[in-house]
């Protein structure tokens, strides 16, 4: 359930073998490099995961010398790893704060932020609740636990879960600032102390599936068609809008955010090469096909 | 005698003496290190906010109350479905099961605490869950219930190996007393031989308690992680969230050196204290009495 394992490019069937996948990749036989090491470690976000772990291997292609790990964890965990130097890349569903920045020049580390993609978190419910559209103002009332019943917004008589990941994911934390408290600096806003944390994108799609008191929300890359997806109002419910590649690019899905790859100033070439063809449109094309939206 | 020993027996003997300590070591040291990591809370954090009622640490919510309830209220429900059941099955393996059915049970038991947790966490989101929710008409099945359960079968192994070998230990004279004066078979169950191995099968529920406690993965995926208050008997079929859990869930995310870590730190410190509290009952409930805990690592 967890995208947790450390995954070696172009071998992402071996996921759950992980362990030793990695162990074969740092010395694989074969690779044109011999001395000096072309890997480069890339963490975070398991937001962005299967993207990283998609641009990674088709990069195998283009630049065979240069070999290219992958790990989910979290966009915490990546821009830590970044900040004590045992990653070249972090994937961030979040922008650094200003507490990461400080801690990154402490230990010497000035993080370059790029945006490698863009992302609309689709807001989930099982497929027999008559709910189709919210407005961000419901939302922020169901999941901070002002709205309890179904009811109170137009669905059945049924008590309301609220699913989130855990509280160290960016998607939660970009759901809490967007959603919950509206954008508003200085709002202290909480999520419900009853809000179930799931520790994977998988649980809460798992849960929403399951039960037909649930919401949940996840990154649109994630949503299966066993989920029902709702349609959101940004203007208070004169337009509702379902996420999608088209109406994130035209900015009429509220709750849309840009995805990050932090990188250190005066990072090797090989790091700084492979950003920019995560750039290029022919990496930007696979984002397409996973379910995110390119960034142009 | 100090004389004639060979050096090859003063190394072995050595050796083994410095195992022995090892463990305590060991010990020693993992709890240094968590003081070390954990003091600062008590700097950073004040003191009544490490006693509220809310858990939000990205926003500075520290309060660990929540997390410590849910621990022992999870723990509380796997004891009270693990320890009689647990029990119940030692008494049977031990006392009414011809000796070929013994022979089968008793791994049979043991192979269930091979079983990984992961395993059981993922049956528990699968199929126990969904059970849970339709049968209790409760508004979801991820609940301390659901946790319970799955502790309970972790924690059964070591109930029934251990209290089965307390009763085992029950010398035999005891039983053929009691039934010369003329009480039944289920009489001399239940007055004679379980009273006398009572040291031993309380050392079983401690050491059972004392797995639950301490338990992580199962309980990270089926109850909900809700850092809630609940009082006792609704808190079992809602969502709750454990200490360790809490630290699985988060420690990957923290910064080094900041509050959020030295709090994780203080969580693990209050772990320790509580398993440790909890082993301690059971090894004096043990040496109280010498009567069949003596194979109590078997």
Known sequence: MLVRFPICAGRALLATLAAATIAACGGAPGGAASGRSSAITDIGSDTIVNLALAWAEAYAKVQPAVRISVTGGGSGTGINSLINGSADIANASRRMTAGEVAAAKEHGISPREVVVARDAIAVIVHKSNPVSRLTIEQLAAIFSGRIDNWSEVGGEDRPIVRLSREVNSGTHVYFLEAVLRGGRKGDKTLFSADTLLLPSSEGVIAETTDNPNAIGYDGLGYVTPDVKVIAVSGDGGKTFVLPSAASVTDRTYPIARDLYMYVREGAPPQVRGYIDWILSPEAQRLVQSLGFVPIH | ?298
């Open chain 2, 1 to 298: 005698m100090g004389r004639s020993r060979k050096p090859s027996e003063f190394a072995i003997e050595a050796l083994i003496k410095a195992s022995g300590w090892s463990a305590v070591v060991f010990v020693l040291l993992i709890f240094l290190f968590l003081l070390r990591e954990g003091l600062p809370t008590f700097a950073e954090v004040k003191l009544g906010s490490l006693f509220g009622l809310r858990w939000y640490p990205i926003e500075g919510h520290f309060g660990l109350v929540p997390l410590v309830w849910g621990s022992i209220i999870v723990t509380l429900g796997a004891a009270l479905i693990a320890v009689p059941l647990g029990v119940a099955a030692a008494l049977f393996i031990a006392e009414v099961a011809p000796r070929w059915l013994r022979e089968l049970l008793k791994p049979l038991v043991e192979v269930l605490a091979g079983l990984p947790s992961v395993v059981l966490g993922f049956l528990g989101v699968i199929a126990l869950a969904p059970l849970v929710r339709t049968s209790l008409g409760v508004p979801t099945g991820l609940t301390t219930l659901t946790g319970s359960i799955l502790l309970a079968l972790m924690a059964l192994p070591t109930i029934v190996s251990v209290a089965e070998d307390a009763l085992d230990a029950v010398p035999k004279s005891f039983r053929v007393g009691s039934l010369a004066l003329g009480a039944t078979r289920w009489q001399t169950i239940w007055r004679t031989t379980l009273p006398a191995a009572r040291s031993g099968v309380l050392t079983a529920t401690m050491l059972g308690i004392g797995r639950a406690i301490g338990e992580t993965m199962a309980v990270m995926m089926v109850t909900g992680n809700a850092p809630q208050l609940l009082l006792a008997p609704r808190a079992l079929w809602s969502p709750s969230r454990s200490m360790t859990a809490t630290i699985a869930a988060e420690m990957g995310e923290v910064a080094k050196g900041s509050t959020h870590y030295h709090v994780l730190f203080t969580v693990g410190l209050v772990l320790f204290l509580i398993s440790f509290g909890v082993n301690i009952a059971a090894s004096s409930m043990l040496f109280k009495s010498r009567g069949g805990g003596g194979r109590m690592l078997s």
